[in-house]
Every structure is written in C-alpha cells, then in structure tokens.
C-alpha cells in the first residue's frame, strides 16, 4: 500500500472515531455528523474521492465491510425475543414491512421517475430502521417499556429483514438483466439458477452457523481465538457464497449470524461486543466514504420530485404502513402516532445502498446511480427530524419516562428497601431485584416496582426494560455476584453508572479482592461493607432526606452531621441523581436534597 494511500486511510478511521466521541459527548446523532463530514471533504472541498483513491479495491472493502454488518446484524436476531415481542412487533415487521416496500417502490416509480430496477431497489432499502440509530435515540428519549419495545424490536427484526429484501430484489434485477444479455438462456433457466443461488446461501448460512457454534460449544477453538476465528469464518463464508452466485454471500453471512444467535453460546455477549467494536469503526468509515464518493453532478440531479419522494416516504408512506399494520392490536393511539412518525434509517440501509448501486450503474441500469444519494438523503433526513423531535414527542403523548434517572437495586434486604422508599419519596423510579419472593415481600407492600429472578438471565435481558434506568446499586451479600452484576451492566450503563459495596475496608487488602477493571465503582464509603449496613439498621439507623435552603447550606449540613453518617446520594432540584462518592466532586447547592444513612437524631452527635 502506497505511504499516500495508507495516510488517507488512517486520517478516515481517526476522523471517524472522533466524530463517535464527539456525537456522545454532545449528544447528537453520530450518522448526521459523519454524513457532513464525508460531504465537506468530498463533493464540497473536493480532498477525499474515494474511487480515485482506493481505485478497484473500493467495491471489495465495501462488500466485506457490509458482510460483517450483516453478521453482527444477525447475531442480535433471537427468535425467543421475536416470539415474546408480540403480535404488535410480529405486525410491524411483516405487514408493515411489505407496505413500506410497495408504496416506497410505487412512490419512486411514479413521482421521482425512476425505473423500476431502481425504484424497487430503494423500496426495500428504506424500510430498514436500523437499530443502530434507534438505540441511542431510545437512550436519550428514555420512552416508557411498552412503547421503547416496539421501536427497539422493529429495528432490530427490520435490520436482516431488510438486508435481505434488498438482496433478493438485487438478485431478481441481477437475473432480468442476465437474461436480457444471453436471451438464449431462457428466463426459466435464470430463476432457476437464481433459486438454487439463494438456497445454496440459505443452506451455508445455516450450516456454518451450527458447524461454528458446535466448535465452539466442544472447546474446539479456545477463548481468546473464538473472536477472530469469527470474524474469518464470516469472510470466508462470504466470499465461498459469492463465487457462486453475486451477492448471494450476504444473504449467507445473515442467515449464519441468526443461527449463532440462538445456539446458546456461553460467551455469545462477549462476541457480540467485539462485533459491536468491529462493525463501529466500519460504520464510520463506511459512511465518510460513500458519502464523500458522492459526485456533485449527481446531487445536482436531485429535482423536486426526489424531493416529493422522501415526503412521501417519511409523511405518508410510514404513518399509513403503521396505521394499516397495527389495526386491531392492543397498541394505544399515542404509540401509534409515535411509531408513525420515528423511523430513522441507519448504517445497512447506506452500506445496501453503496454496495448495490456499483454493480448496477457498471450494468447501465438507468438512474442507478441516484439510488445512493436518494438513500443517503432519506438517511439524514430521517436522523434530524426523528433525533430532535423524539424525546418531546414522547412527553408530549405522555410517553417519556417520568424521571429518567432511576435505580435497580439488586439484593433485597432491610436496608435495601428503606433505601428504594427513600428514593421513591424523592420520585426517583426504583426497580428492586431479588431471586427470593421471601426477601421481596417488604418491597411489594411498599408498592415498589419488583423483579423476582436472576438478573443476568437471559429472560431478564428480554423481559426487563430499563430506559428509566440510569443507575444499578448491587448490594448482595456476595462480594463476587455484585462485581458480575456490574461487569454486566457497564458497558450499557456506564463505568460511573454501576456501583457495588465494598469488598474490604482494609484497603491495604485491595490487592486481594477483583481487579478494578472486573467490578463497579465503590458505593457511599469504602470503609462500609455489607455486615456493617445489616448491623446500622438492626442498631436503629434510618435514612433520611435532607433539602438544602438559602438558610441551611451545605456548610450547615456538614457541620451539624453526626459523626458516623454515611453520605448516600444527591438528588439535584431537576431530579438529576448522583451517588457518593461521585457527589463529592460536584458540592449540592441551594434545593437539592442529601440522602443520608445514620443513627436516630437522639443518638448521634455531630462533628466537631
């Protein structure tokens, strides 16, 4: 590779990976900024054009890009959660599907002129809501259970579904124009080799994905290479498939990561999440190039009916499809107009679009080569409407989770609950998790919100919705439970998000107990364990809430503290809640109110 080449390439995936972080820290929706960024340095400075950069290894780095997307599409694909998301999902996702792929595809035809090659290729791309986009949106509009379901499970199913209406609809054109070259085949001929193409793909699809999972299941490929052997087995597959038949290698490598997901795999999150790692540096470097490789005569031929096409597509076509779908369920009017309105398109749908419009232009498909910038439009626009109008539609309805700052606190004891109705009192949402109805029994008969069952289930992942969740408190009697409790919500919730009791007060000890990387931050004092909580609150302790005024300050307050209060937590005037030790950086001010655990007021003294 050229030194030039190799700069350019570094400059994409750092540029990309910035932007990522730039779109968390201010969030905002990454796919925007990374589709501006592409177009700045492509058609409108003109320093990055990829096809004369890149040359004819474009198409392939695209393709096997696209193919681990694909993949890690497939791997979130689970039936059990298909089946228990409901008839209302089940209707999205098939009726509402096929709705959105003919109305698009007549919209396309009829209004913005295109063929119908094209006009059915963009039908079946745009009915992809990919969760991609959907999730951090979710995150940040923090919608009720019910209604933040039914997005998350449309975009999830939709992705593959999608993916493969796509390739499906490519392969039939694929087959026409074949056919139209070599008339002498026959058009019985060519359906039939695209028939046995598919089910070559569906066939190895399945097949790897069980010779995979049962490699793994037998211990034939250990720990630290199941990653990689993964991701080779995807390529491989792909590019076995496409020799046979073209692009029918997506259709496989989907098949194969719906097939690993739902094996069972012991370590099937872990995988996941170094897919996730993959697929997020492809995502940002997929969307700088294609949209930098975008030709400004191209987007000049964008008129007024491309224009009418994404209206249609966005204020007609998705409204009508929810309506018609969703008639006779148990979907309320507000989720209704809400799912009407929320369908951002993602990263597969621009990838499908990349990947696909090459061939067909190289074909002389008439208007192939505005299929790109046609998805690439209806992608930002759907991301800016959708992305800021989200989080106040939904509290317009009555949709939005009433304080997005709540807590699950796993392990129901004594102290635990009166912790939960002290946060309650103050309307923090709290959900309290215990595998004993016994030890729940308190918590249910002060009305608080309960999960009986083991909390790093799978059927509580599924089950389980946590949008007003931003905080777990694990605070079990066993020291190593909790620190699994918090490796398995961190990376959802945050480093700073997940706390558990310490292990030893000593902390010259500290080299004894999990490593910091393998267990959550320290909650409230580090000197206080779980045996001393149980024996405060036999000893009569309570906690208590505390509001700052004008007249009594937070100087007040620590002055007149007594001398063994244990600091618990801030909840800011704006409901925003943050636990100690973390409070500490940032001093309570004038309105918001100190959770404390301590001695009743007669039996304490205050500091001197």
Same mark, same amino acid.
């Given at each position: 590779m050229e030194p030039n080449l190799i700069l350019i390439f570094s400059f994409i995936v750092v540029l990309g990976v910035s932007i990522q972080w730039l779109a968390w820290r201010f969030q905002v929706p990454a796919i925007v900024l990374l589709l501006m960024?592409?177009?700045a340095l492509g058609p409108v400075l003109g320093w990055l054009n990829p096809e004369q950069t890149f040359? /004819?290894? +474009?198409?392939? +780095? &695209?393709?096997l890009s696209v193919a681990i997307i694909l993949f890690e599409g497939g791997l979130n694909l689970q039936w059990h959660e298909y089946k228990e998301a409901g008839v209302d999902v089940r209707r999205l996702v098939s009726l509402g599907l096929?709705? !959105?792929w003919t109305l698009n !595809?007549?919209?396309? $035809?009829? &209004?913005?002129?295109l063929s119908w090659p094209i006009a059915t290729l963009f039908g079946a791309i745009s009915v992809v809501t990919g969760p991609t986009v959907l999730m951090p949106l979710l995150k940040h509009a923090r919608l009720q259970r019910r209604t933040a379901a039914l997005l998350k499970?449309?975009? &999830?199913?939709?992705?593959p579904l999608g993916a493969l209406l796509a390739i499906l609809v490519f392969q039939y054109w694929a087959v026409w124009y074949w056919v139209l070259e070599s008339p002498e085949h026959g058009i019985l001929a060519a359906l039939g080799n695209l028939g046995l193409g598919l089910l070559a793909a569906i066939g190895a699809g399945i097949g790897f994905g069980y010779l995979l999972s049962w490699a793994f299941h037998r211990g034939h490929v250990p720990e630290f290479l199941k990653s990689p052997v993964m991701l080779g087995a995807v390529l491989l597959l792909y590019v076995a498939i496409n020799a046979v038949q073209e692009e029918a290698g997506l259709l496989a490598v989907t098949v194969a990561g719906v097939v690993v997901a739902n094996q069972r795999l012991r370590n099937i999150e872990e995988l996941r999440r170094f897919k996730e790692h993959i697929t997020l540096i492809l995502v940002s470097t997929l969307f700088i190039v294609l949209s930098a490789n975008i030709e400004l005569e191209t987007l000049a031929r964008l008129n007024w009916r491309s224009l009418a096409l994404l209206g249609i597509a966005i204020f007609l076509v998705r409204p009508l499809s929810v309506y018609l779908a969703t008639l006779g369920t148990g979907i309320k009017w507000q989720e209704r107009l809400l799912l009407a309105w929320i369908a951002p398109r993602g990263i597969v749908a621009a990838s499908m679009a990349g990947l696909l419009a090459f061939p067909l232009i190289h074909q002389g498909f008439e208007g192939a080569d505005q299929l790109l910038p046609l998805v690439f439009a209806l992608i930002a626009a759907t991301v800016i409407l959708h992305g800021l109008t989200m989080s106040g539609l939904g509290r317009l309805l009555g949709l939005a989770a $009433?304080?997005? /700052?709540?807590v699950l606190i796993v392990g129901a004891t004594p102290w635990s609950i009166d912790l939960a109705? @002290? +946060?309650k009192k103050l309307g923090i949402p709290v959900i309290v998790n215990d595998t004993s109805w016994h030890h729940l029994r308190a918590a249910? +008969? @002060?009305?608080l919100e309960i999960y009986r069952g083991q909390i790093l289930s799978e059927v509580a992942a599924t089950s389980l919705e946590l949008n007003a969740i931003s905080y777990v408190l694990a605070v079990t009697a066993n020291d190593a439970y909790n620190a699994l409790v918090c490796t398995r919500f961190a990376p959802q919730l945050g480093q700073n998000h997940v706390f558990q009791l310490p292990s030893i007060a000593n902390s010259s000890e500290e080299d004894k107990t999990f490593a910091r990387s393998a267990r959550g931050r320290i909650a409230f004092d580090e000197n206080t364990q779980y045996e001393d909580f149980m024996r405060h609150y036999y000893h009569g302790w309570e906690f208590h809430n505390t509001q700052l005024t004008e007249e009594y300050t937070y100087e007040d307050y620590l002055q007149d503290r007594p001398r063994d209060m244990i600091l618990i937590a801030v909840v800011a005037k704006n409901g925003q809640l943050t636990f100690y030790p973390l409070a500490d950086l940032n001093p309570p001010e004038t309105g918001d109110t100190i959770i404390s655990f301590s001695p009743d007021d007669s039996e304490s003294e205050p500091e001197k």
């Open positions: 960024a592409g177009f040359g /004819h290894i +474009l198409p392939p +780095l &695209i393709a096929f709705l !959105t !595809t007549a919209a396309a $035809h009829f &209004i913005a002129d499970w449309e975009g &999830i199913v939709n992705d $009433h304080n997005p /700052h709540g109705r @002290s +946060l249910r +008969l @002060s009305n």
